[in-house]
């Protein structure tokens, strides 16, 4: 693992207006180049608050994030033409293709022309979805969708791309084209941030995971490692339901 981390937060806490506690409390961690990195939690623990103020969504009330070496207080802009996210929620324009939506955000990249064509292009090819470039999105799977939401945030080449609840609520074969190219990217240099509550998923995809409750990171390591820390369990989701227990969450 490089030395030098990509991605250094340092006391990150996050309050929200008429909050009791924290949603996010002093976490403190590393993120090395090259990393497939995920950050695990049950819901309300911290991950998609964690995210969002990695990505410039909304800020910190405390501490600080650095990015490839730029300050996320000073660097913003500059953070943001090295990055690529992908939300939980589709963010896709309904009434327009899966081509038009893809255009109009390149063009908030700043890519125009032939080159945004052919990148277009190469992505709905590579996702399988070139036949079906003339439907609305409305009209598109569930899976589908992800695809094409995913598409949004690698147009750009970004170095590092945050990915929140990727595979979430599609069928089998849309996950595995997914899972399949972030591995890919990831080999070629891409840094992957990513959240799920698929356990198996992160156990077979991640170098490295986080386990946040409550705002606080209380697990950190390789899935083997941890597993090895401990025998008394046979996968990564058993010791998730170890350290957050069993309560539901909404």
Do not use: W
């Not at 609520?169 to 080999?187: A, P, T």
């Not at 992160?202 to 606080?216: K, M, P, T």
Request: aromatic content about 8%; charged content about 25%; proline content about 4%.
């Amino acid at each position: 693992m490089a030395s030098q981390p990509i991605i250094e937060i340092r006391e990150l806490t996050k309050v929200y207006k008429g909050a009791d506690e924290p949603a996010v409390k002093a976490i403190s961690l590393d993120i090395f180049p090259n990393e497939i990195f995920g950050l695990l939690g049950p819901n309300g623990a911290g991950k998609t608050t964690t995210i969002s103020i990695l990505c410039g969504l909304f800020p910190a009330t405390k501490g600080s994030v650095m990015i490839d070496g730029l300050d996320s207080h000073t660097d913003l802009n500059k953070i943001k033409q090295i990055i690529g996210v992908v939300p939980q929620d589709i963010a896709l324009y309904p009434t327009l293709t899966d081509r038009e939506n893809l255009t109009f955000f390149g063009n908030m990249y700043g890519l125009y022309g032939s080159e945004l064509h052919d990148k277009v292009n190469h992505y709905l090819t590579e996702f399988g979805l070139e036949k079906h470039a003339g439907k609305t999105v409305s009209k598109y799977s569930g899976g589908m969708k992800r695809r094409v939401n995913l598409i949004a945030g690698l147009l750009h080449d970004p170095r590092i791309i945050f990915l929140d609840e990727p595979t979430v609520g599609i069928d089998v074969q849309s996950r595995v084209v997914i899972l399949e190219y972030l591995k890919e990217i990831n080999k070629k240099g891409v840094t992957i941030i990513y959240t799920s509550h698929y356990m198996e998923e992160a156990e077979n995809l991640c170098s490295r995971v986080a386990i946040i409750d409550r705002g606080n990171i209380i697990a950190l390591g390789n899935p083997k490692d941890l597993l090895e820390g401990h025998p008394e369990f046979k996968n990564l989701e058993n010791i998730f339901i170890h350290l957050t227990g069993k309560e539901m969450r909404d």
